[in-house]
């Protein structure tokens, strides 16, 4: 199998990922030119994952009519156009709207490009998946890190470029990617996707889902108000979160391990859950250290999640159980973003709220069988 594929679905899967947290370092900027408040911070994330839930299921469509490709080229498009967009905002308001229209962008994405992957071969697929997911956290380490550009150029012109580098690298997928395979048809996927177990599992990730974005979007902002961290360069500093990320899918990768079943799946979230609380310490550096370990356990719990998902519920239909799963994770998670946000000036409160939100979701899990996939 030719590695050139892959390659440049992976990077489009850094870039597309690098765009779901590129205004993540701007955030503080972004809100005193647009004079809003600290509290309307989280509103920027849920809207964008509002708009992903909204058309997470369109992905598979159109990748059944017009082949999974097509579907995750068209969705990088639209989150690079959107970023350009935000770059242009004359509001908050402006902002948001281009926010919520990425997220469609997102929803085309993530489960095709999984799939054309998948289809790819040449490994298993929780090597594939682990890859899958390593490549998102350094997209996110890189859109962490935009910070640096930001300061150089401003936040309007640093947004504008990451969404000119997403534009270029759908033209590098459209000429290195030749396989456009057409899924299984959306009603036969769907009746797959509505299985019970399925959507147990899907609620039970919901509130990692959220506080993990949640964290790696309102990180750079909780460490300028908690500490603080001075706006830009803080985005540095900060992103040993996704460094943490990329070792805990590097390890998975390496060791092969793989969530055999519901069980395994709750145990590597009750670990990222609980190095939430360890974020109450009063040091910076103490604070990174513990925002690492975070990092780590989020990377390690998601590759999990999603192998076990696709193996237990059919690689066959990959791209629909993905987008389903994908689907609820979000529309469960929408609470956490613009609580989150409140939450940012009283650190103690919205640690124990991002542990818990992670948890409780986890009784989901009970009523699925224990049995290895």
């Known amino acids: 199998m030719s590695r050139r594929a892959p390659a440049a679905l992976l990077a489009a899967r850094l870039v597309y990922s690098m765009q779901w947290y590129v205004l993540a370092p701007a955030m503080v900027a972004l809100l005193m030119e647009t004079n809003a408040r600290v509290s309307y911070s989280g509103l920027l994330p849920m809207a964008f994952i509002a708009g992903a839930a909204a058309f997470q299921l369109l992905g598979p469509y159109i990748s059944s009519r017009a082949g999974a490709k097509n579907a995750y080229l068209a969705g990088l498009f639209?989150?690079?156009?959107?970023?350009?967009?935000?770059?242009?905002?004359?509001?908050?308001?402006?902002?948001?709207?281009?926010?919520?229209?990425?997220?469609?962008?997102?929803?085309?994405?993530?489960?095709?490009?999984?799939?054309?992957?998948?289809?790819?071969?040449?490994?298993?697929?929780?090597?594939?998946?682990?890859?899958?997911?390593?490549?998102?956290?350094?997209?996110?380490?890189?859109?962490?890190?935009?910070?640096?550009?930001?300061?150089?150029?401003?936040?309007?012109?640093?947004?504008?470029?990451?969404?000119?580098?997403?534009?270029?690298?759908?033209?590098?997928?459209f000429t290195a990617v030749n396989s456009n395979p057409h899924v299984t048809s959306i009603s036969y996927s769907l009746a797959s996707a509505g299985r019970r177990d399925l959507l147990w599992v899907s609620l039970a990730g919901a509130g990692a889902f959220g506080t993990s974005y949640a964290l790696g979007s309102l990180l750079p902002e909780a460490a300028h108000i908690i500490f603080r961290a001075p706006e830009y360069s803080v985005a540095l500093e900060t992103a040993v979160y996704f460094i943490g990320n990329v070792i805990g899918s590097l390890v998975l990768l390496i060791i092969k391990l793989k969530a055999s079943s519901a069980r395994s799946v709750a145990v590597s979230f009750l670990a990222m859950s609980l190095s939430f609380i360890a974020l109450?310490?009063?040091?910076?550096?103490?604070?990174?250290?513990?925002?690492?370990?975070?990092?780590?356990?989020?990377?390690?719990?998601?590759?999990?999640?999603?192998?076990?998902?696709?193996?237990?519920?059919?690689?066959?239909?990959?791209?629909?159980?993905?987008?389903f799963i994908n689907m609820v994770n979000m529309i469960g998670s929408l609470f956490v973003y613009p609580i989150a946000g409140m939450l940012l000036e009283r650190p103690i409160v919205l640690w124990t709220f991002m542990a818990a939100s992670t948890i409780a979701p986890l009784a989901f899990l009970l009523p699925i069988r224990q049995h290895t996939s």
Not at 155 to 171: F, H, K, P
Not at 289 to 300: H, L, Q, S
Request: aromatic residues 10%.
């Open 280 to 323: 109450t310490v009063p040091s910076y550096g103490l604070f990174l250290a513990v925002v690492a370990i975070n990092g780590a356990a989020t990377g390690a719990a998601f590759a999990l999640y999603y192998s076990y998902v696709t193996d237990k519920f059919s690689q066959k239909n990959s791209t629909t159980t993905l987008a």
């Open 78 to 173: 639209v989150v690079s156009a959107a970023d350009i967009i935000v770059g242009l905002a004359r509001n908050f308001a402006e902002v948001l709207v281009a926010r919520t229209v990425a997220g469609l962008g997102a929803a085309l994405f993530f489960a095709p490009a999984a799939y054309v992957l998948l289809e790819l071969g040449g490994l298993s697929s929780v090597t594939l998946l682990s890859l899958y997911e390593l490549s998102f956290n350094l997209g996110g380490l890189l859109g962490i890190s935009w910070g640096l550009l930001d300061g150089l150029l401003g936040w309007r012109a640093g947004t504008e470029l990451a969404g000119v580098i997403g534009l270029i690298m759908v033209a590098v997928n």
